[in-house]
């Protein structure tokens, strides 16, 4: 089974690290979204997405590059995050690229996220939060999700 993932890390690399994980088992390729090729995901049998989220939302990048994707069906996906609050229960983050994934004709599997070191203007003046993060346990835990992407999907090992 060929798998890729689309991810947009620009201010620590949290993202990236994460992306990288899951990209090690599921043997996917790691790309931005400006680095993507529309017919290599149309090719693909599993795409992740993901990036940091900035005022509860992915990044522009990521979003824009999702919208801009034609439409197809039969295509899984899964979508990931690093953050530095947690998803709120009745506001999740992940919902809005899940829906734009779905009009895209994706079935999304699952999603993923954990904390990571965060930066933003009012945290910058205490010198962050999560720092340190995402540390081994957000590494192991996104390990296991991509296992489990794996099993269900039939990637190989």
């Known amino acids: 089974m060929k798998a890729i993932i689309v991810c947009t890390s620009v201010s620590h690399g949290n993202t990236k690290r ?24 149309a090719a693909c049998d599993l795409v992740g997405f ?10 522009p990048n990521l979003s824009e590059f999702v919208r801009s994707l034609p439409k197809g069906e039969g ?7 690093t953050s530095g609050l947690p998803e709120l229960p009745f506001r999740p983050f992940t919902r809005p690229l899940v829906r734009s994934l779905r009009q895209k ?6 999603t993923f996220s954990c904390r990571a070191r965060d ?13 340190g993060r995402p540390g081994a346990t957000d590494l ?18």
């Open 18 to 41: 994460v992306a990288d994980v899951m990209g090690q088992v599921l043997e996917a390729p790691v790309v931005a979204p400006e680095q993507a090729d529309v017919a290599e995901l």
């Open 50 to 59: 993901g990036s940091g989220i900035f005022l509860q939302k992915f990044h």
């Open 75 to 81: 295509r899984r996906a899964f979508v990931f995050a």
């Open 105 to 110: 004709g994706f079935e999304v599997d699952d």
């Open 119 to 131: 930066t933003w203007f009012p945290f910058k003046l205490v010198g962050g939060i999560n720092n």
């Open 140 to 157: 192991a835990a996104a390990r296991t999700f991509a296992e489990g992407l794996r099993a269900r999907t039939g990637t190989p090992s």
